[in-house]
């Protein structure tokens, strides 16, 4: 049904939408402001921003093992596995990749690696199958997309007979900080001698560093924060209010009387806050 409210078409459902609503957002704001119920209380159980995945220094001295038996460059050799496994030794990811440096099981076989969760074997075999694949496509950054992708993924990109996937754009990114677009007319990769001496554990504390800045929220206004924060906390006390059923009618005494003291209490602070009845 539509009714002429103030000249303005209004319908009946709509408006019993906005009597419901307006309390709970007041609600809410009270809340966001400190005046609320249990407004402290949400606050003390929110926890911090995600924590920046464990990292493994233990695992560099096999790193810079790898590194300096294959002359490529630690730093390089790290983020690899960083982006592979974040260091962890023991994951198996969806597809059924094994270890620190993600290993398929028949890949690993081919490659005579007994135990892809043996970090100082899974970091030497990584090693050497990046030497392979940087002199089959000329870089590393080509190399990095081909471990992850496949070498025959990358040589049918490179012949514009496939699309190179969004996950290892992001992943050659992540290795070496360029676009693998970059990489592509970019001819040989200097070897370890001539990048920056960085050691495994400098690497990753940078890495930490990286996520943990990546983790904090945006800036953002305090009274926005709180006020989502809280949003959900007003709407579960609002659906503990009893609740007259339509038939009942909204002219008893005391169904306004919980909204109307809400909207005192807002009142009282400049702004403004109405109850809509039926």
């Not at 390089?76 to 990811?93: A, D, I, P």
Request: with cysteine.
């Amino acid at each position: 049904m539509i009714e002429r409210s103030g000249g303005i078409a209004v319908s009946r459902p709509a408006r019993r939408r906005r009597r419901t609503l307006a309390p709970v957002l007041a609600l809410a704001w009270l809340i966001g402001l400190g005046i609320g119920p249990n407004a402290d209380a949400d606050d003390a159980r929110s926890p911090g921003g995600p924590a920046p995945p464990t990292a493994g220094p233990g695992l560099c001295p096999y790193v810079e093992a790898a590194a300096r038996a294959n002359k490529l460059p630690v730093a390089f050799l790290t983020r690899l596995l960083w982006q592979e496994s974040g260091f962890r030794t023991g994951v198996t990811s969806p597809m059924g990749a094994q270890g620190v440096a993600q290993f398929l099981p028949q890949t690993a076989a081919e490659r005579g690696l007994s135990d892809p969760f043996d970090p100082e074997q899974a970091i030497a075999h990584a090693a050497t199958l990046i030497v392979g694949l940087q002199r089959q496509f000329g870089n590393l950054g080509l190399a990095a997309a081909a471990y992850n992708a496949g070498a025959y993924r990358v040589m049918r990109w490179r012949q514009g007979q496939a699309e190179l996937p969004a996950e290892t754009r992001a992943y050659v990114r992540g290795v070496t900080g360029s676009a693998v677009e970059d990489w592509v007319a970019a001819g040989p990769t200097p070897g370890a001698a001539a990048a920056p001496a960085v050691s495994c554990a400098a690497q990753l504390a940078e890495m930490g560093r990286t996520v943990r800045a990546r983790s904090r929220p945006p800036a953002v206004p305090a009274w926005q924060a709180r006020l989502e924060r809280n949003l959900a906390q007003a709407i579960a006390l609002n659906s503990r209010t009893p609740k007259l059923s339509e038939d009942q009618g909204s002219s008893r005494p005391g169904w306004t009387s919980a909204p109307e003291e809400l909207c005192r209490s807002i009142r009282s602070l400049g702004a403004d806050c109405a109850v809509y009845g039926q």
